[in-house]
């Protein structure tokens, strides 16, 4: 069995006192994935004396709009996300990501930052987040600092952050016009599942029908989501007339397998993968195509 102490905050300064004070604390926030890793005993949860419940802090639940940035706080929830009008009519591939996640219950418990600094291969928000180059805010008693998203990810179930740091803010730049985004996800189960393999599309396209910006970020095809940008510099060029799906589908699947080796899942991986971008690159043409 588990003992630790535990602590909790209402406000920022106070946790991040805590942080600054004590060594070996553990972050609670919707506590959808600690508090069973803390039940099982997980191996990968490393040792810890303190336990942190931030889930009290209001200053950390915003959504708001900044300039040419939209910007969350860390225990916003996933509900949140979903009912959010500035997220739908900016981000919707961020509700499509957050829709898949769970049931209603981890939904209105689990958040954005939990999600991030957890940093599941299988994490659904991350490769939508990704894709959308959104960064992180990082916060301790000796200042701030802020790291793109994807380069904050240091391995499965691993990031940057340092023991005296929280995470405060995440920064999404808004996307300008004729920028399309799709999610697509293959899991065991609906709702319930957790994703075995999922894909987020960010692309631009312009008067002409030509793939410009493109960032494909799958989620649990690699240890930790990541871009791909063998993939992404094959779809960019291409028009939307004649773009080659089953040539983008074989492109991204080598890409996958430079990244993780061959396994004995990736002959699966392969062809799913291959399946999810084609689907996803499919919906946004046609969507197009409907919009002219």
């Keep these: 069995m ?9 406000k920022t300064e106070e946790a991040l006192d805590y942080l600054d004070k004590f060594s070996k604390v553990q ?7 600690l508090l069973v890793n ?10 810890f004396d303190y336990l942190l419940d931030i889930s009290k802090i209001p200053e950390l639940k915003f959504i708001t709009l900044v300039k040419n940035f939209i910007e969350i706080g860390p225990l916003v929830t996933h509900s949140r996300l979903i009912s959010e009008p500035l997220i739908k009519d900016n981000f919707p591939v961020l509700i499509e990501a957050a829709n898949t996640i769970g049931s209603t219950q981890i939904r209105n418990r689990g958040t954005i930052g939990g999600n991030i600094v957890n940093a599941s291969p299988a994490a659904d928000l991350l490769p939508p987040l990704i894709a959308l180059r959104a960064e992180v805010e990082l916060t301790s008693r000796k200042g701030k600092r802020a790291l793109p998203l994807e380069e904050f990810l240091a391995g499965p179930y691993k990031t940057k952050i340092q023991p ?20 697509q996800k293959i899991g065991r189960r609906k709702a319930l599942s957790i994703a075995r393999l ?30 791909f940008p063998k993939t992404e510099k094959a779809i960019n060029g291409k028009s939307i007339f004649n773009i080659d799906l089953e040539e983008i589908g074989e492109i991204v699947s080598k890409e996958m397998v430079s990244v993780t ?31 002219e």
């Design 261 to 291: 080796g061959e396994r004995w899942s990736t002959p699966y991986k392969k062809s799913a993968i291959a399946t999810l971008i084609k689907r996803a690159l499919g919906k946004i043409v046609e969507e197009v195509k409907t919009n």
């Design 2 to 10: 588990i003992s630790y102490e535990f602590l909790t905050s209402k």
């Design 27 to 33: 972050i609670l926030a919707g506590g959808t994935d």
């Design 198 to 227: 999922s894909l987020a599309l960010v692309t631009k396209i312009d008067k002409e029908g030509i793939f410009n910006d493109t960032r494909v970020v799958p989620g649990s095809a690699t240890p930790y989501p990541q871009s």
């Design 38 to 47: 803390i039940h099982k005993e997980s191996p990968r949860l490393p040792p």
């Design 164 to 183: 005296n740091e929280l995470l405060t803010k995440i920064r999404i730049p808004l996307l300008g016009d004729n920028y399309y985004t799709d999610f």
